[in-house]
């Protein structure tokens, strides 16, 4: 077999004690073996992140974003020198770094950096002396050396990054599922497991809510043409390879379906219909970087109309007195803010070339009594708002009309 680049990336309940982390490095030790570069990223052990925030906590509630960083990266770098002690115990040589010691620099955005170059020297040397990298997920440094963190899902950033400065033709994410399903397996036991899916339908259904994989993760991927493989840490059975389209030979209708409930719902009614004034309250939205997701706005009767969308929760705060003033400057209804939604949603790169996805979507809402109350498509998806205390119900339904069927 010839010899090649490994990278792989394990989570936070991969590594989430020292028995794990002795099993992962066995895993690793059967690539190194066999002569492959293997390079490795890893997250904080278990709920050690979570731990870390409400030490945090207990002293401030508001602490700045540069201290919490520097705060949070201390559980990658656990995670990395106890697997690096863990291989070399079993005879493997290996070397851990943390984001700053292999110069993965960031564009200095505390707490949701984006990574724009990786220095790989210090790997090469390490490769080259025949060690095992391990390397610290979730982190880098900005040009002033700040340590900096790069927000939900950094650690899949991290991995499908360094897979792309290294040149590997494929990323292993190993995690406690067994790859990419329909749908939630937990939720739903008809789920079946994806053995491919395109960067485009993982991207859709990682924005909506499907936990598996960070979207950045999926678009770095997709931008330098890494192979993703979604695979147990558990066992050494085949996962999901997300790949590109012309990659893969059968294409379904829809690839999955999800629900992702941590929505609110934005309502302005009353809104003088002229121009520039949808364009003024998106704006003001993203200064705050607020991401909205679907919106609707309905057409004009008497020169009002009403202007709806939806943002994360958590976004709510920033996004509440944004609205406020801008119904008092225009003049418009009060701003109304609702958390009992959900959207759901069907996936599949299959709709391009299938016709009625839509009508047997809305027919398979309708035959559970499930209203729609907003409704947002694209190429391969469709979503629409419903009543979040139905969210379970929704995705049932169409699981069984789509994947089922």
Do not use: W
């Amino acid at each position: 077999m010839s010899s090649r680049i490994v990278v792989q990336k394990y989570g936070g309940t991969s590594v989430g004690d020292t028995t794990k982390i002795q099993n992962v490095a066995k895993r690793i030790k059967k690539y190194h073996d066999q002569g492959h570069k293997v390079a490795v990223v890893v997250s904080a052990m278990g709920h050690t992140t979570d731990e870390l925030v409400a030490l945090a906590d207990q002293i401030s509630k508001n602490p700045t974003k540069r201290e919490m960083d520097m705060l949070l990266s201390t559980g990658e770098q656990v995670s990395i020198a106890l697997l690096a002690i863990a291989l070399n115990e079993i005879g493997v040589p290996a070397q851990s770094f943390t984001g700053s010691q292999v110069k993965i620099l960031t564009d200095g955005n505390f707490s949701n950096a984006k990574i724009e170059m990786i220095d790989r020297t210090r790997i090469d040397n390490a490769f080259n002396s025949g060690k095992v990298v391990i390397v610290a997920g979730f982190q880098g440094i900005d040009k002033d050396e700040n340590i900096v963190t790069l927000g939900r899902g950094g650690s899949d950033t991290s991995a499908v990054a360094l897979a792309a400065a290294l040149g590997a033709d494929e990323c292993e994410i190993y995690t406690d599922v067994d790859g990419v399903y329909t749908a939630d397996p937990r939720k739903i036991p008809q789920a079946k497991m994806h053995k491919q899916i395109t960067y485009e339908e993982m991207l859709e259904l990682a924005s909506l809510g499907a936990g598996v994989l960070h979207s950045r993760s999926v678009e770095l991927g997709m931008n330098y043409n890494v192979v993703i493989h979604v695979r147990s840490s558990f066992h050494d059975k085949p996962g999901t390879l997300v790949m590109s389209e012309e990659k893969i030979m059968e294409k379904m209708k829809v690839s999955g379906v999800t629900a992702k409930g941590d929505q609110a719902r934005i309502t302005i009614a009353d809104v003088k219909d002229k121009p520039g004034i949808a364009a003024e309250l998106f704006t003001q939205l993203s200064e705050k970087d607020v991401i909205v997701d679907v919106i609707v706005q309905s057409s004009p009767r008497d020169g009002i109309n009403t202007i709806s969308f939806t943002i994360a929760k958590k976004d709510i705060a920033a996004t509440k007195p944004i609205i406020e003033a801008y119904a008092k400057d225009h003049g418009s209804g009060k701003a109304e803010i609702d958390e009992n939604i959900s959207i759901v949603s069907a996936v599949g790169v299959g709709m391009k070339s299938h016709v009625g996805v839509a009508a047997k979507m809305f027919q398979a809402l309708a035959d559970k009594s499930i209203n729609i109350e907003m409704i947002s498509t694209s190429e391969i998806k469709i979503s629409c708002v419903i009543k979040q205390n139905q969210s379970e119900e929704a995705v049932r339904a169409l699981h069984a009309t789509f994947i089922e069927k």
